[in-house]
């Protein structure tokens, strides 16, 4: 019986072993060729932190809030956010 049950054992690892070596494999080749996400929620992700970026990158340089002292940043803060909102967003 222990030989039986140390031969599953083995061949359960094995097979388990074998079948993360070739997800490992697959997911190279998929990153060697570029390829994109499909999933949909992977997608919206990407889209939204590349448009927070964008937004934030854009409104820091045109603000200048870097530029203001820090109690001064914390007291401007939603004027400058209002007017670059009403800038870049229609009425």
Do not use: C
């Not at 494999?25 to 964008?54: P, Y």
């Amino acid at each position: 019986k222990k030989k039986k049950l140390a031969k599953k054992k083995r061949s359960k690892s094995w097979d388990e072993e074998a079948a993360k070596q070739e997800q490992l494999k697959r997911k190279n080749q998929e990153r060697r060729r570029g390829s994109l996400a499909v999933r949909k929620d992977v997608v919206n992700k990407t889209l939204l932190r590349s448009m927070k970026r964008l937004i934030t990158q854009k409104f820091e340089t045109e603000s200048k809030i870097n530029n203001l002292p820090a109690d001064e940043r914390k007291e401007q803060f939603l004027n400058l956010v209002d007017s670059f909102t009403h800038s870049y967003l229609p009425s």
